[in-house]
C-alpha cells in the first residue's frame, strides 16, 4: 500500500443542468481537471440520460465504480446531486453503471422530469433518498449544508429532522462554498461526520472547476479508495478540505438577494426579512444560520478532522496583483497560463510551490500574495445575498507603487 495525495472534486454539473455552461461536456471538463490539478471528479448529472450515455461513451472503465478519459488520463466516479420533496439538496455516489440504473429506476416513478435536468427533483423525503442509495451501495450526504437556499439547515434544525431513521445512513456533509470547518465544527451533532469540500461548478473554467476540492490520500484514483477515505477506513482520508474563505461565498452574510445590502442578524429579524431599500427578500447569511444553530462559540475540532486550507482562483490572485482587475482578461490570462505551464497545474501553484520559485514566474507581488494567503492573511470584503465575496491586497500591499516587481522581496515580508 502506498498512500499518496489525490486532488478530488466530487461536486459539478453538466451542460444538461439548469443554468450551467455549454461547455460542460466531457473533454472539456477532463481537460481542465487536468490543468487545474484534479486527479478525480464526480460526473455529476448520472441520471440524465444523454449525459449518462456520454459518459459511457467517452470514459474507458478502469474499474465498475472508476472511468478515466484516455487523453488526460482524469479520473471519474459516477454522481449526482438530487432534491428533495423539501427542496433539499443531496449528493449521491454511485459503485456502478448498473447502480445508477437500478437507482434511477426507482427514482424516476417520483420525478416528472428526471430525463429533462441534470439534477432530477425528487418527490420523496431525503428518509427515502437515503434508504435507496444506501442499499444500492451508494455513498449519500447533504450538498452545501448551510445555504440559504435548498440547503439541509435552511429547512432544518438538525441531520437527525432531515434524515430521520436514516441518518445513519449519511456519510459525508459537503460544505459548500459560505462554510468551513471551523463553522461547521461549532455544531457538535457533526462532530462524527466527514466534511467534503467541492466546487459544485457549472462551468469548466479554473476559477470554478475545483474552487473547492478535497485532498485525500488514496493507495489509487478509483472509486473503492474515494469511498474509504470518506468512510475514513484503512488509513484512507482526506487529509486536506480546500476551498473559498467561506466570506468569498455568495451567502456568507446576511443581505438583499436583489440590492445585496448587507443586515445585521437582529435588523434583518426585525425588518421581517424584507430589505428597506427595495423590498427584496433578505437572505440569511451562513455565518448567522450557523451562529443559530451552534452548540460552541468556538470551534471543536474532532481528532479525526482535516485542516481547511483557504484558497481562491488562481486567475483571482493574478488579477489582484497586475494592472488588470478582471480575471477573465487577456492580461490574467496570459500569467494564469505562464504559471500553469511551469508548475504542471493551478493546485500546485497556489497550495505547495515554493515562494522563490514563484517570485521567479510572477514578480514578488504575486508571491506575496499567494503568501499572504496560505498564511491566511489576506483580506476579504464578504459576499452576501447572492453576491460573492472578493479578495483585497492587506493594508500593507495596497499602496504599494507601479513596477512591484522591481522592488525587493524583502519589502514583502519573504
Ligand atoms: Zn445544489
Ligand atoms: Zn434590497
Known amino acids: 500500500m502506498n498512500l499518496r495525495p489525490f486532488h478530488v472534486d466530487l461536486h459539478i454539473h453538466s451542460k444538461y443542468s439548469g443554468a450551467t455552461s455549454q461547455r460542460m461536456d466531457i473533454e472539456t471538463i477532463a481537460q481542465q481537471a487536468k490543468l487545474k490539478g484534479l486527479a478525480i471528479i464526480g460526473t455529476g448529472d448520472v441520471f440524465h440520460p444523454v449525459w449518462f450515455e456520454s459518459i459511457k461513451k467517452s470514459l474507458s472503465k478502469i474499474d465498475e465504480g472508476t472511468f478515466e478519459h484516455s487523453r488526460y488520463g482524469t479520473r471519474f466516479v459516477l454522481s449526482t446531486e438530487v432534491e428533495d420533496k423539501d427542496r433539499v439538496h443531496h449528493l449521491i455516489f454511485f459503485p456502478s453503471v448498473s447502480a445508477v440504473e437500478s437507482v434511477r429506476e426507482v427514482f424516476a416513478k417520483h420525478s416528472r422530469e428526471i430525463d429533462l435536468d441534470g439534477r ?37 434544525d438538525s441531520i437527525g429532522d432531515c434524515y430521520k431513521d436514516s441518518v445513519g445512513k449519511v456519510s459525508f456533509l459537503e460544505l459548500g462554498l ?134 481562491a482562483p488562481l486567475a483571482e490572485v493574478v488579477a489582484l496583483t497586475i494592472s488588470s482587475p478582471d480575471p477573465h482578461s487577456p492580461e490574467v490570462s496570459d500569467v494564469w497560463q505562464k504559471l500553469v505551464r511551469k508548475f504542471g497545474n493551478e493546485i500546485f501553484v497556489l497550495v505547495d510551490a515554493p515562494l522563490e520559485s514563484l517570485v521567479e514566474s510572477a514578480g514578488p507581488r504575486f508571491a506575496a500574495v499567494v503568501k499572504a494567503f496560505r498564511e491566511r492573511n489576506l483580506r476579504v470584503v464578504a459576499g452576501g445575498g447572492g453576491q460573492y465575496g472578493r479578495l483585497e491586497l492587506p493594508g500593507e500591499f495596497s499602496n504599494v507603487l507601479p513596477s512591484p516587481s522591481q522592488r525587493k522581496l524583502s519589502e514583502f515580508g519573504i
Not at 435507496?132 to 439547515?153: D, R
Not at 473559498?244 to 446576511?254: A, I, Q
Request: proline letters at 7%; aromatic letters at 10%.
Open 120 to 156: 432530477a427533483t425528487l418527490s420523496i423525503p431525503a428518509t427515502e433518498i437515503a434508504d435507496v442509495a444506501v442499499e444500492h451501495g451508494c455513498l449519500v450526504g447533504p450538498s452545501h449544508a448551510f445555504t440559504p437556499w435548498t440547503s439541509m439547515y435552511k429547512e432544518f
Open 178 to 311: 459560505s462554510a468551513d470547518t471551523d463553522l461547521a465544527d461549532r455544531i457538535s451533532e457533526l462532530s462524527e461526520i466527514t466534511f467534503i469540500s467541492c466546487s459544485d461548478a457549472h462551468s469548466p473554467w479554473p476559477d470554478k472547476l475545483g474552487r473547492e476540492f478535497n485532498r485525500m490520500e488514496l493507495d489509487d484514483a478509483t472509486w473503492e479508495e474515494v469511498v474509504k477515505a470518506i468512510r475514513r477506513e484503512g488509513g484512507r482520508r482526506i487529509s486536506l478540505n480546500v476551498g473559498f474563505d467561506p466570506r468569498l461565498g455568495k451567502y456568507h452574510l446576511t443581505a438583499c438577494s436583489q440590492c445585496f445590502k448587507q443586515f445585521g442578524f437582529d435588523e434583518a429579524k426585525k425588518l421581517n426579512w424584507k430589505c428597506d431599500i427595495d423590498g427584496g427578500w433578505v437572505k440569511k447569511g451562513v455565518i448567522d444560520r450557523v451562529n443559530e444553530l451552534a452548540d460552541f462559540p468556538e470551534p471543536r475540532h474532532p481528532p479525526h478532522r482535516p485542516p481547511y486550507l483557504k484558497i
